[in-house]
């Protein structure tokens, strides 16, 4: 008989019977997975049967979400980190070495930037930033220097710009170099029919869609991922499982959500572009804004993002966004609720003047992230904040 010591660290064992499932996958929240002997151990780390060893390099329940983000973005296979920045990180530290150069621009989420323009640096890795509307600067940049990756985003944080796909990666694969799209603020159905080689998400956004957890995912081909899982088994910036499961348990209202809110973000674009207080508005669903033509050609919508500029910049820009009641003052998008991110919050630092022009990122750029409220309470909000900012 064993003593009760041993029996609290070894509990009864409860296995299901083969017809009987959970409706809901388990959370498979253990680190180590075992095999019956020694025999089977060496044949799964031989490659020559399927299985979990250790959850740093693979766990079911990622599998599963793994599964599940390839198919939504027409890839082959699925890596998950920690964050979004990590899944950003990661395909460019296990593709890249020294001597390598990559093209990016300064229209980018600032820690892309910094990630290329000064992290991979230091390894030796140059890299030339350039604008996203710049498609002459990209081919000759591409004819003049060998380059391995060019890194984009469509649309655009925060100005919401949008990339031409199709030219894009046709100039980039023309000249041998791989595409790598953040492609988190399209969402995770969005641009799969393009030659893309990666595509990066933040699964803190969209995916989650309630922040309270992180994740990040690198969707591609096979090879790809192969090429990079090892390297990051190493590494380590998984994703944990309770995380994961968090993020699959969001992503069974992704659509219902995404539709809302891109309805809502319509409702609000219209809004601002009829204010007097208003500059100017960003959004790709409108008619009348620079990225429509090219985003209707490539999405099947337009997201719920809203940038817009106000009349007085800065300073009325953080009056707005103290103003405002129901939208709060906070980093990240693509949650339930919605957010501002005043003018002060988004000045890009360090940016020449021809950079910082373009940025498109202006004195008085608002960004609003908008969630699943009643739109006309939003509207309401919006009015009464935009008229206290002016007042
Ligand atoms: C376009 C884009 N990419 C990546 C990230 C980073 O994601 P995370 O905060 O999950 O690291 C963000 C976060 O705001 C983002 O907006």
């Known amino acids: 008989m064993r003593s009760k010591r041993t029996k609290v660290t070894h509990p009864p064992e409860v296995r299901l019977p083969p017809d009987n499932r959970p409706l809901v996958a ?4 253990s680190v180590k997975f075992t095999f019956d002997n020694v025999e089977e151990t060496r044949k799964y780390f031989a490659g020559q049967r399927d299985g979990f060893y250790y959850s740093r390099v693979s766990n079911p329940t990622l599998r599963q979400l793994e599964r599940l983000l390839a198919e939504l973005q ?3 296979a699925c890596l998950l980190t920690g964050s979004g920045v990590a899944s950003i990180a990661a395909p460019l530290l296990a593709l890249l070495k020294s001597g390598d ?3 990016y621009f300064a229209e980018m989420y600032p820690p892309t930037r910094a990630i290329i323009g000064r992290m991979l640096r230091r390894f030796g890795v140059s890299s030339t930033m350039l604008s996203i509307d710049d498609h002459d600067g990209l081919r000759r940049t591409l004819a003049q ?3 391995r990756i060019v890194a984009f985003e469509s649309p655009t944080n925060p100005v919401l710009k949008i990339a031409d796909l199709a030219r894009l990666t046709a100039v980039a694969r023309e000249y041998g170099a791989l595409t790598l799209l953040d492609n988190t603020l399209a969402g995770l159905h969005n641009h799969g029919q393009y030659d893309v080689d990666i595509f990066v998400h933040s699964l803190t956004k969209f995916a989650s869609g309630h922040g309270d957890v992180m994740g990040g995912a690198v969707i591609a081909r096979r090879e790809l991922i192969d090429a990079m899982r090892e390297d990051l088994g190493n590494l380590g910036p998984t994703l ?6 968090l993020i699959l348990r ?3 209202t992704y659509f219902v959500r995404w539709d809302a809110q891109s309805a809502n973000a319509r409702r609000v674009a219209e809004f601002l572009a009829s204010h007097p207080a208003v500059e100017r508005v960003r959004y790709p669903g409108l008619a009348t804004d620079p990225g429509h033509r090219l985003a209707a050609q490539q999405m099947s919508d337009f997201g719920s993002i809203v940038t817009f500029d106000i009349r007085g910049g800065l300073a009325a820009g953080s009056r707005f966004a103290e103003a405002l009641q129901l939208f709060e003052i906070a980093a990240s998008l693509g949650s339930t609720e919605s957010l501002v991110l005043a003018p002060a919050m988004q000045q890009p630092r360090g ?8 940025s498109d990122i202006r004195a008085g750029t608002v960004r609003l992230s908008i969630g699943i409220e009643d739109a006309d309470d939003l509207i309401e909000d919006l009015q009464q904040a935009l008229a206290a900012a002016s007042g």
């Open 74 to 76: 027409g890839r082959e």
């Open 101 to 103: 150069h990559v093209v």
């Open 240 to 245: 944990d499982p309770h995380a994961a499961y």
């Open 351 to 358: 940016f020449t003047a021809q950079q910082l022009d373009w």
């Open 145 to 147: 220097t060998p380059t």
């Open 26 to 29: 388990p959370i498979y929240q």
């Open 250 to 252: 969001g992503m069974k």
